[in-house]
């Protein structure tokens, strides 16, 4: 009985162990074959990281091999000096505030090497002709001339920052001296900027260097992006035109603009109240301001509807600088008064000049001759 009992135990057990083992078995083949779909995976995975990191390396270099002002700048095929600086089919944005606050490109380096500096809003932008400063400045006095405005941000606090971070030391700046209507005076120390009704602080100076960088490289390949495929798209152009900038001469082709080279555009209709006057706070932010500069200083005024003469004598009598007024008022421009066209810019240059070379500061300048030569 012992030995029955013992063979049929043995017997019961048997299917459940022989059951076991194929259970056993089917999951070393299961888990083999899972073993083969990772490795499969894995290998696609590699393969296509592997693809996009080739087309990733061959955009950087094809991007760092076209050699524009800083990398993924979107260059002139004839000039690679000039870089788009404003743009945009949908929202626009500016490149010059991130690379000349964190110093990347070359425009910083030719800043240092100028002897004369103009800071100021789009004013200046769009009134200072560098063809003509080239001629009469340039080529009859061998001093190097360098347009340091920037487009939205009407004080010049954000140019003294960008001055005093760089160790920017030219021999004379000009100031425009303008009040912006009241709204925007230059010798404010709030660091904003304005596209329109689109007010904010200006972001360049909460980014890193690297966080600067990331902001310029996304906007040069958004306006590329938007450059191929805007006939597809049949996209209407943004809000305003796009404009590019010279890194040699920080001067901006404002030539996309509306009307901006049309021969018979109304001129310039100063519709302010000329007992309009400066405030002490004002005054106090404009000593500090040309104290902090390192060099003499000449304010000037870029005519506009809602500017005030009165006010950019009064602080310049009131600290004890120069002034260089042109004669008059009436320049062309494209936009009802708001800012100059090309023949204004042209004009007003010409008269801006001239009335810099009746000055103290400029003629000490010149007669000490070119710094740059050895």
């Not at 009436?330 to 810019?345: I, K, M, Q, V």
Request: proline share 4%; with cysteine.
């Amino acid at each position: 009985m012992p030995y029955l009992a013992s063979r049929n135990k043995r017997d019961v057990r048997a299917p459940g162990a022989a059951m076991d083992r194929l259970t056993e078995q089917a999951g070393r083949e299961g888990h083999e074959a899972g073993d083969d779909l990772d490795r499969v995976g894995r290998r696609y995975l590699f393969c296509l990281l592997g693809l996009m990191a080739a087309m990733l390396g061959g955009l950087c270099l094809s991007l760092a091999a076209q050699g524009g002002d800083h990398f993924s700048a979107i260059s002139r095929v004839d000039d690679h000096a000039w870089y788009r600086n404003f743009g945009g089919d949908r929202v626009t944005e500016i490149q010059d505030q991130d690379l000349f606050y964190h110093g990347i490109g070359r425009s910083i380096e030719h800043a240092r090497q100028a002897d004369i500096i103009i800071l100021g809003s789009s004013l200046v932008s769009f009134a200072v002709d560098q063809a003509v400063m080239r001629e009469q400045l340039e080529q009859r006095y061998g001093l190097k001339f360098y347009n340091m405005a920037f487009v939205g941000v009407a004080s010049g606090e954000f140019a003294r920052q960008i001055a005093l971070k760089h160790h920017v030391h030219p021999r004379l700046w000009v100031l425009n001296a303008d009040d912006g209507g009241g709204g925007g005076n230059f010798f404010h120390r709030n660091l904003t900027r304005a596209f329109g009704a689109d007010v904010r602080p200006i972001p360049s100076t909460k980014l890193s260097r690297y966080g600067a960088t990331y902001e310029i490289i996304r906007r040069n390949l958004r306006w590329r992006v938007e450059d191929a495929t805007r006939h597809a798209r049949d996209a209407l152009a943004g809000p305003l035109p796009r404009f590019d900038r010279d890194d040699r001469t920080g001067a901006a082709d404002m030539s996309a603009f509306p009307r901006f080279l049309a021969d018979r555009n109304p001129t310039v209709k100063m519709t302010r109240d000329p007992d309009c006057h400066t405030t002490p706070d004002i005054v106090a932010n404009a000593r500090e301001f040309v104290q902090s500069l390192g060099a003499p200083v000449i304010l000037t005024f870029v005519p506009n509807f809602h500017g005030c003469v009165t006010q950019v004598r009064e602080i310049a009598a009131a600290i004890g600088v120069e002034t260089a007024l042109p004669p008059r008022t009436d320049y062309s421009s494209w936009d009802g008064g708001g800012h100059l066209d090309a023949r204004g810019a042209a004009d007003f240059t010409r008269d801006l000049v001239a009335a810099l070379k009746t000055t103290r500061a400029f003629q000490d300048l010149s007669a000490n001759g070119d710094r740059r030569q050895p």
